[in-house]
């Protein structure tokens, strides 16, 4: 369904009102569920310690899995925001979404190509970072002319098409499951009481299974990241 985007233009620039409310709402959101995870620390954990504990191995576990855990030690806090972040993100356009005269205020955030994109361009750019401040420059130039100085081309090209790769693909599943929960509730609905009776269980279908892809989508994302920044700071790579 085709809805306006709620933009404005602040010191000649313009933005997305939603995005913004949205990001603000997916942070928000993360920040409390740590808060309240580790507010009453104890040594047998339960509730929500346990499962930010469950989290922290998780993530710990995607860490091990791409490169040793004295280079991958660092990465831990990063990894555990991002999959928390996004997997948050992901579920809120899941349950209902607000259009307010014809725009669209309330979504996924990650159901926006700028919003995925800026994170791709966020995590390759500390994946660069991180290789030059752990390998120093020549260390890390030389990542890119090995294992054959030919394949330099090949390295530039990499970095732009793992850019794309890892936001186009959160966004595409994001956005798909979106689209059709909303052709589902509106096109049966508009058959009358029989289409709405319809829609109900073919709703409920598909956000479930929208709630197993947007788990799977935040997993990949924190997995392909720790994959980037193997190749920049492990020494093995």
Known sequence: MEHKTPEFEFLGLWFNGANILMITVASVIVFLIAVLSTRKLAMKPTGMQNFFEWVMDFVKGIINSTMDWKDGGRFHILGITLIMYIFVSNMLGLPFSVVIDGTLWWKSPTADPIITLTLAVMILGLTHFYGV?????????????????????????????????????????????????????????HQGIAGTIAAVPLTLIWQGFSVFVGSIQAYIFTMLTMVYMAHKVSHDH
């Not at 002319?145 to 599943?173: C, D, H, Q, V």
């Open 133 to 189: 401040k752990l390998k120093g420059v020549k260390g890390y130039a030389q990542g890119f002319f090995s294992p054959m100085p030919f394949l330099f081309p090949l390295k530039i090209i990499e970095e732009f098409a793992n850019t794309l790769t890892l936001g186009l693909r959160l966004y595409g599943n994001i956005f798909a499951g979106e689209l059709l929960l909303s052709l589902l509730a509106a096109g049966l609905a």
